[in-house]
């Protein structure tokens, strides 16, 4: 079992920044792949960002690319996901997810069903 904890959330006007972390207990973190996807209301789960275990690869997803950077510190079982020039469409429920069989670093744009752990989201609201 992998429990995962999203932070960092919050209200921002359009234009600002926000980082988001998210946290893991329960199993050997810095094995897995991890991805931040997001939900709007009324809207699917869209793919944001995501990372290998290592590291080494990211990727983003074509509505946050060139504003959004990924990374991890498997020292601190973390992983964060920072978000510049936000607009008010990024508006949504992000949420972290960890992929325990490494198979969505091998495939673009890795879907949600390749992960088996979510933590319960953080709301990020952008104001015009």
């Known amino acids: 079992q992998v429990q995962l904890i999203e932070s960092g959330g919050g209200y921002v006007q359009a234009g600002g920044s926000l980082r988001l972390s998210c946290a893991a207990s329960g199993h050997t973190f810095s094995n897995f792949a991890v991805g931040w996807f997001r939900q709007a209301p009324g809207k699917e789960r869209e793919f944001v960002a995501a990372?290998?275990?290592?590291?080494?690869?990211?990727y983003y997803g074509d509505s946050v690319k060139g504003r959004s950077t990924i990374s991890r510190d498997n020292a601190k079982n973390t992983v964060y996901l920072q978000m510049n020039s936000l607009k008010p469409e990024d508006t949504a429920v992000y949420y972290c997810?960890?992929?325990?069989?490494?198979?969505?670093?091998?495939?673009?744009?890795?879907?949600?069903?390749?992960?088996?752990?979510w933590g319960q989201g953080t709301q990020v609201t952008v104001s015009s």
């Open positions: 997810g960890v992929d325990t069989t490494n198979y969505s670093g091998t495939h673009y744009p890795p879907s949600y069903y390749d992960y088996q752990y």
């Open positions: 990372i290998v275990w290592s590291g080494d690869s990211t």
